[in-house]
Structure formats: C-alpha cells, structure tokens
C-alpha cells in the first residue's frame, strides 16, 4: 500500500482533527467537560485540584509544566487518588503496578499523591528519552507523542513509528503519525513486520491525547 492510499484509508478511519492545542493557542474546537460543583468550588480558590502544590514542586523540579500533569491528572482520575481502573492502574496519573515496580516504588504506595505524580513523571521523562525527538521537532508534536505512549504505551507507538517510517512519513510529526496509530490496529496492518505489539484501538488514543490537550490549553488561559 502507498502513501497516498495510507492517507486515503485513514482519512475515512480518523474521528479528530489535529489542531495544536497547547498553551499558545485556542482550544475551541473541542468540546469542553463542565465542570464538578468540587471543581467549581476549588477554582473559586485559584486551584486546579488540591493537588496543584505537589504538582507544581514535581514538575519545577523536572522542568516540566505542572499544568500538563493537571490536565493528565484531569483525564486520568478526575483528580481522585483512590481512582483505580479495571486493568489495576492507580492513583491521580493512573499509575500501573509494573511502572510503580520498575521505579522502585511498593504497592502501597502507589496511590500516594506525591508518590503517583512523581513517578508519573519519571514515566514520562523515560518515553521523551527512549523516543530521541530529532532537533527539529516541535513541542506540539513532542507532547502529543509522548502523551500517546502515556494512554496506549510505548510498544503500540514505536510500532506506528516504524510505520511511518516504513511509508516515508515523518514519524516525528504527530499529524503524520497519529496516521499510523490508527492503521497499525486494521487487519490490513496487524501483520505487517513493523507491527510487533499487536492490535489495539489507536483511535482512543487519539481522543486521549485531544482531550488531554484540550484540558491543558483551557489551564494554561486561566492558571500560572
């Protein structure tokens, strides 16, 4: 299959634009989740979440945007610490036992706010390293792509990676490659030797990372 039938096929398979979001720009071409009365009542505080202190110091101490891990937090948990999914991943950041594990963190921990949020974060800084972002790409597409692997993890995406590559496209361009997130999961795909972790609904990632976006941007307007 060739490149332009690859834009073809997504073309029909994709739900979502890819208008950047972050703290630069609108986000109005998403709709917004209305906010909890708790969320109202700790907004009229100036907060994001009670957690937003924790945040902050985490995040000046990695030199990330602490509003990004909110608008994580928001999507992961609703900003609930004793949040827990049917696939066992828990806390604010929706930590997973194995990534709590190869942290060095106990299972009694993991809920721990500070706990959850600093070694979600460590999570993210090992997907930025193990990605190698060239020079030229942009923090838009570094974000978006890092925030894929987050949702989906990082073996789904090394294999749209591959890809993307494999059809000539720029594997680090989230436009492009968001392409292939979705395609890697089609019949058409699954068996290709790009593919080594298997099928999976890439167009969840895809709302994932919009959605998450979305939050962040709506941050960045109201909160420093």
């Not at 909890?36 to 957690?51: D, F, K, M, N």
């Not at 945040?55 to 999507?75: C, E, K, S, V, Y």
């Not at 990082?154 to 392409?179: P, T, Y």
């Amino acid at each position: 299959m060739n490149f332009k039938k690859v834009v073809l096929v997504f073309a029909l398979l994709l739900i979502s634009d890819f208008t950047f979001i972050g703290c630069s720009r609108t986000a109005d071409v998403f709709a917004s989740v209305g906010p909890t009365a708790e969320e109202l009542e700790i907004a009229s505080r100036g907060q994001i979440s009670p957690y937003d202190p924790i945040m902050r110091q985490i995040a000046g101490q990695a030199g990330m945007d602490w509003r990004l891990l909110a608008a994580i937090a928001h999507q992961e948990s609703r900003f609930d610490p004793d949040a827990r999914s049917h696939r066992g991943a828990q806390g604010l950041m929706q930590v997973m036992g194995s990534v709590a594990k190869e942290f060095g963190v106990p299972e009694e921990k993991i809920s721990d706010p500070k706990t959850n949020i600093a070694t979600a974060v460590k999570l993210i800084q090992k997907i930025e390293n193990t990605l190698r972002f060239g020079q030229a790409t942009s923090e838009e597409d570094r974000i978006r792509i890092v925030l894929a692997c987050y949702n989906a993890g990082m073996g789904h995406i090394l294999d749209a990676r591959r890809l993307a590559v494999k059809q000539g496209a720029n594997h680090n361009s989230w436009v492009q490659l968001s392409e292939f997130v979705v395609l890697k999961g089609t019949p058409e795909w699954v068996d290709d030797e790009a593919v080594r972790s298997g099928a999976f609904d890439g167009s969840e990632t895809i709302r994932y990372v919009d959605k998450v976006m979305a939050q962040y941007s709506r941050y960045c307007k109201n909160y420093l």
